[in-house]
């Protein structure tokens, strides 16, 4: 799907289409607002720097930089005119906005928490191998890498219905492209959800983490509150009685 697509081409569509992000910021686009829940939800608690990729005009950095105030956030992005309107609206002492592609040379320093807000699926293939090494780079232990993306059929049903909100790149993210990304990271998938934004599993949100000691943390026994206790109990009290009548039953009908 990336046939005759150039930098220039995809750099000229985004600065073109700019105006709908900005309506998306002043209307609310609950697409945007889905993934920002999981952003919430998953964050590591206190990141000390975040990075999202594809920014546009800032809106999500913006509400990260209201959630962690202390936190140093960047944001990048290949469109010129994105770039300029966030620098306007929502650069701070804490919030810096770069217009670049992310490279393994964009940065060398590491990060806690990594966006890509509807943006993963809009990088072509043959520029994964330097995205995913980046990241590889970036990504600081314990830290995670979040996505929204629009599932294969969202994709393959705009195609078809909606041609014309198709981008430049649109690529579908399937399990394998996802475990390429995991795999090329090194980090684990802890998350794959679908969501009903517009339709029913319209778009999915993917959350891996990097765990250099992934297998000792997993594995490592965790404090056990008094509801899950009481839980655990209860449960075994349940299946032992029910066992009672599966023995009776199964002992019935193959005797």
């Known amino acids: 799907m990336e046939e005759n697509i150039n930098r220039e081409n995809v750099v000229s569509y985004y600065d073109e289409h700019i105006k709908f992000k900005v309506n998306d910021?002043?209307?609310?686009n609950p697409?945007?607002?889905?993934?920002?829940?999981?952003?919430k939800k998953f964050a590591p608690p206190?990141?000390?720097?975040?990075?999202?990729?594809?920014?546009?005009?800032?809106?999500?950095?913006?509400?990260?930089?209201?959630?962690?105030?202390?936190?140093?956030?960047?944001?990048?992005?290949?469109?010129?005119?994105?770039?300029q309107i966030a620098k306007t609206l929502f650069a701070n002492d804490?919030?810096?906005?770069?217009?670049?592609?992310?490279?393994?040379?964009?940065?060398?320093e590491q990060f806690d928490l990594i966006v890509f807000m509807d943006v993963y699926e809009h990088i072509a293939v043959t520029d994964r191998r330097a995205v995913h090494a980046a990241l590889a780079k970036?990504?600081?232990?314990?830290?995670?890498?979040?996505?929204?993306?629009?599932?294969?059929?969202?994709?393959?049903?705009?195609?078809?219905?909606?041609?014309?909100?198709?981008?430049?790149?649109?690529?579908?993210?399937t399990f394998e492209v996802i475990g390429?990304?995991?795999?090329?990271?090194?980090?684990?998938?802890?998350?794959?959800?679908l969501k009903n934004i517009w339709n029913t599993g319209d778009y999915a949100h993917i959350v891996l983490e990097k765990n250099d000691d992934f297998e000792a943390a997993f594995f490592t026994p965790?404090?056990?509150?008094?509801?899950q206790r009481t839980e655990r109990i209860l449960n075994k009290l349940n299946w032992k009685l029910?066992?009672?009548?599966?023995?009776?039953?199964?002992?019935s009908k193959l005797k």
């Open 138 to 173: 970036i990504i600081r232990n314990k830290g995670k890498i979040i996505l929204s993306v629009p599932t294969p059929s969202n994709l393959k049903w705009s195609l078809v219905n909606k041609p014309e909100t198709m981008q430049p790149v649109d690529e579908h993210i």
């Open 94 to 108: 804490k919030v810096t906005f770069i217009e670049s592609i992310l490279t393994p040379e964009t940065f060398d």
């Open 31 to 39: 697409r945007v607002e889905g993934a920002w829940n999981t952003i």
């Open 180 to 193: 390429k990304l995991k795999a090329d990271t090194g980090t684990e998938v802890i998350l794959y959800e």
């Open 25 to 28: 910021y002043i209307v609310v």
């Open 242 to 251: 029910g066992s009672y009548f599966r023995r009776m039953f199964v002992r």
């Open 46 to 83: 206190s990141p000390a720097r975040i990075l999202e990729v594809g920014c546009g005009m800032g809106s999500i950095c913006n509400k990260m930089n209201k959630r962690w105030p202390n936190t140093q956030i960047t944001g990048i992005d290949i469109s010129t005119q994105s770039i």
């Open 222 to 227: 965790k404090p056990v509150t008094t509801s």
